[in-house]
């Protein structure tokens, strides 16, 4: 072959060779296929997330009707409770809020799980509400028949006293409160649970404030 003859280094190949090579990617058993094994990953990582999806997400669906049915409360208690000490300029005592705790049995057959609970404290003479309380609950699941730790909702808002004490001597400012539960369970929206009367009990003392 000439000088002339030989292809230079920038050549392009001849319509022959690169039909040849298109060809040979083709002829290749099909475990030997980059493509393939692109396509196999794929498929796998659609599988594994529709499992995921299934169980995390339609498994766990349930509609207002079936999470009120399954969540039941039981082991009721409530009190007045110490939130904060406050020593400002104008005011040195404290502040009592309202507070009810409970357990929760699961009456359902099925596991329950991530159960955002809210408790509304309302005065009952007005309506007005007194404060909000929340808490997530059951981050992992509670089988059927299973019972939940002790969960406490508070107002975060209430009287003021110089100590928790004089509230007894004040009686006469005392409202009869009430706390509406409400609860969520992923797609289920909020839905109404039960509705608790608030003690005059205070936390911490012998005082049960009565209203003569």
């Keep these: 072959m000439t000088e002339k003859e030989k292809p230079s280094a920038g050549s392009l190949a001849t319509p022959e060779s690169a039909g040849s090579d298109f060809l040979e990617a083709y002829c290749k058993p099909h475990w030997q296929n980059s493509k393939f094994w692109l396509a196999v990953v794929a498929l796998l990582f659609l599988a ?3 499992v995921v999806y299934k ?3 339609l498994n766990t ?7 009120k049915a399954a969540v039941e409360l039981f082991d009721i208690s409530s009190h007045w409770k110490v ?3 406050v ?5 040195q005592g404290v502040i009592l809020v309202p507070e009810v705790s409970f357990r929760v049995r699961n009456a359902s057959s099925s596991d329950l799980s991530y159960v955002f609970l809210l408790g509304v404290f309302r005065f009952m003479d007005s309506g007005k509400v007194i404060g909000e309380g929340y808490r997530m609950a059951l981050r992992r699941p509670l089988p059927p028949r299973g019972v939940s730790e002790r969960i406490t909702l508070n107002a975060g808002f209430g009287y003021r006293a110089s100590s928790a004490a004089a509230f007894e001597k004040y009686k006469h400012d005392w409202r009869n409160a009430m706390c509406e539960v409400f ?3 992923h797609n289920s929206g909020m839905t109404p649970l039960q509705t ?3 003690s005059r009990r205070i936390e911490g003392l012998d005082v049960e404030v009565l209203i003569e």
Excluded: C, H, P, R
């Design 48 to 50: 594994v997330f529709a």
């Design 55 to 57: 169980k995390t997400v």
């Design 61 to 67: 669906a349930m509609s207002a009707a079936e999470l």
């Design 83 to 85: 939130n904060e000490k």
């Design 87 to 91: 020593n400002e300029e104008d005011f």
């Design 183 to 185: 609860a969520k369970s």
């Design 196 to 198: 608790f009367y608030i």
